[in-house]
């Protein structure tokens, strides 16, 4: 049995990102949102465009102004008002002042801003009651960006903010990599779906709604294929089905040790390679994963659709998710950074216990307390069949094998969790 560290260590190396050449797809802007940036980005603008006031006030040439107090303030001649938008026609000579606004071009023959409540205006005249400092509020031109360099790397999910910056920049179309895909079935006589009526004995099949809105949340697509009974020959169907159609496969239950767990069998005579078939963790022992060989290859490799056979206890389901195929699909997505698990170190303010023999998951919320961050453990049973209190999840603590009491107060290792 595998460790967990170990066994992402193993996911992780088998996930190669999407290509570039192959694997990308233009957009434009407005549907961007939480896209992978599959090419570097460029302007031709520079970044302020022009010299630009930061401040209202008066554009002004430093020289003129750097003695002046509030009982010898510079006297100067307004000559024009330049609000933003506007090009300004003079050039500002000795003793001479222009009224000014957020944003508007510095007129020529002015270095500095003074800003208006350091001023007074009489008529045609403005004092200046306290000296500003050299260049004080200029944005000079290209200070921020300069046209022709990188503005923005491939690899990159683009927020709002990115998002800003790429219409700032006139750039209304742009390269990203296509959504991973993610086929998606669960396995079981006893599954029903959410719009059948329950007969005992039966238990409905909430792992795909679970693990569509996980996918989606990622960024990638999922592909949904229903319930699958515990049939040998619908299961290799679809199995073959899926491995055709997507860049990873979600199946959930049928990876245990009973008499109807055939996912293992049925992937090695698909000619899988099972690189994974149990973890030391608690709840998500009972994990597969597995590549397929492709279509240009007879052996499997790292670039074939890669395989999860997840436990099928809800809870379970999600606890894996979180902690194995979400990086995977991060990594797969192009990303170039921050796919991993972010882990944090906070307060537990509940008492935390494990039987220690594999590293143990419990979930929970973190709240912010007097600046600090803690862990309240979810009410209830934190069986992998209790899929109820796991409602408002936001983390999981993390209780490393051999450790078999967290106290309130103390430190424990949680895994936080978002939507991707």
């Not at 010898?72 to 050039?91: C, D, F, H, R, W």
């Not at 200029?138 to 046209?147: E, G, I, L, P, T």
């Not at 073959?240 to 239950?253: K, P």
């Not at 994963?289 to 436990?311: I, K, N, R």
Request: aromatic content about 6%; glycine content about 6%.
């Amino acid at each position: 049995m595998l460790s967990v560290s170990d066994a992402q260590a193993i996911i992780l190396n088998l996930v190669q990102p999407l290509d570039r050449q192959r694997d990308t797809e233009v957009v434009d802007l407005l549907t961007a949102d939480s896209r992978i940036l599959a090419t570097p980005v460029t302007s031709p603008l520079d970044f302020p465009h022009w010299d630009n006031s930061a401040m209202d006030g008066y554009a002004v040439r430093y020289e003129d102004v750097q003695h002046s107090t509030a009982e010898q303030p510079a006297i100067l001649e307004i000559v024009e008002e330049i609000p933003a938008g506007y090009q300004p026609k003079s050039t500002i000579q000795p003793g001479q002042a222009a009224r000014i606004f957020t944003g508007a071009v510095i007129p020529a023959g002015a270095d500095t801003v003074v800003m208006q409540e350091k001023t007074r205006r009489e008529e045609n005249r403005v004092f200046i009651l306290a000296a500003p400092k050299p260049q004080e509020f200029v944005r000079h031109k290209a200070s921020f960006y300069q046209a022709g360099t990188q503005l923005l790397p491939a690899g990159i999910k683009l927020n709002a903010s990115e998002i800003a910056v790429l219409a700032a920049a006139q750039c209304p179309q742009l390269s990203v990599y296509r959504r991973p895909r993610v086929a998606i079935f669960s396995t079981g006589d006893e599954l029903v779906t959410v719009e059948q009526p329950l007969q005992p004995g039966q238990i409905v099949d909430s792992n795909q709604y679970a693990l569509a809105a996980l996918v989606r949340q990622s960024g990638a697509e999922p592909l949904i294929l229903g319930i699958v009974k515990d049939d040998p020959v619908a299961l290799e169907k679809v199995i073959a089905h899926a491995v055709a159609i997507a860049d990873i496969v979600l199946s959930s239950g049928g990876v245990s040790v009973g008499d109807y767990d055939y996912i293992d069998k049925i992937l090695e005579s698909l000619k899988a390679k099972i690189h994974i078939r149990a973890v030391q963790m608690s709840p998500g022992k009972p994990l597969t994963v597995a590549t397929f060989p492709s279509p240009q290859s007879p052996v499997p490799s790292p670039q074939s659709p890669l395989y999860f056979g997840l436990p099928g206890n809800p809870a379970a389901v999600l606890v894996t998710f979180w902690r194995f195929v979400l990086p995977a699909i991060k990594k797969l997505s192009g990303i170039t950074e921050g796919w991993e698990p972010v882990f944090l170190k906070v307060r537990s303010h509940d008492e935390l216990r494990s039987n220690g023999k594999r590293e143990t998951y419990l979930w929970g919320k973190l709240h912010l307390i007097n600046g600090v961050y803690e862990f309240h453990k979810a009410g209830g049973s934190h069986s992998s069949g209790n899929l109820i209190n796991l409602a408002q999840t936001n983390a999981l603590a993390v209780l490393p094998v051999g450790k078999t009491l967290i106290s309130p107060q103390e430190e424990v290792q949680v895994l936080q969790l978002s939507n991707g």
